[in-house]
């Protein structure tokens, strides 16, 4: 049973879960937030800790941005969209167990003092921004080391908040550069 809660946008992502790992989740219900669902959240947060786990799309971007903000300390697990993407429906209920387990052993929480140490140039001369397989390659980066898919400023803001070090990063570039060979 995993000590912290799980936050997640619906029903059939909590049935996914149960397949996957014991959790207790509280469910988002996608951006509405009926009643009592703040506040249960919010004493989760306190009481246990909270991962939150939303669909790798906009909409799930927008709540786990609302939700951190909420709640700072909460720690973030992200499926990569090709492993929550099922009959062109993506989210955390078309993921595999074996992909939401993946995606809870890479959690990362939060930097209270950002970084700056990866920049949006770094990510230029790698390859990461501008070419063709660009895209292609952050997002197996980002499945890499848990911290998802996003454009080239979400990418480098998220090394740099998550605390990815450049050993790890450097690791992740050289096992997703050896699988494009």
């Known amino acids: 049973m995993l000590k912290e809660v799980l936050i997640v946008e619906g029903k059939m992502d909590v049935r996914a879960v149960n397949r996957a790992v014991q959790a207790d989740c509280i469910i988002t219900d996608g951006f509405h937030f009926t009643g009592k669902t703040l506040p249960n959240i919010k004493a989760a947060y306190e009481k246990r800790g909270i991962i939150i786990l939303t669909d790798p799309d906009q909409a799930g971007e927008r709540i786990r941005k609302f939700l951190t903000k909420k709640f700072p300390n909460a720690k973030h697990a992200y499926i990569p969209r090709e492993e929550a993407t099922s009959d062109d429906d993506i989210g955390v209920e078309q993921a595999s167990p ?12 939060l930097e209270i003092n950002p970084r700056s140490e990866f920049s949006a140039s770094e990510m230029i001369k790698l390859g990461l921004s501008g070419g063709e397989k660009s895209s292609a390659l952050r997002d197996k980066i980002g499945a890499e080391l848990g911290i998802g898919y996003g454009n ?16 790890e990063f450097n690791e992740a570039v050289k096992n997703v550069s050896s699988e494009n060979c």
Do not use: D, M, P, Q
């Open 98 to 109: 074996e992909s939401i387990r993946k995606a809870l052993e890479k959690v990362r929480t």
């Open 152 to 167: 080239v400023k979400t990418f480098v803001r998220r090394l740099n908040n998550y605390g990815v070090t450049r050993e």
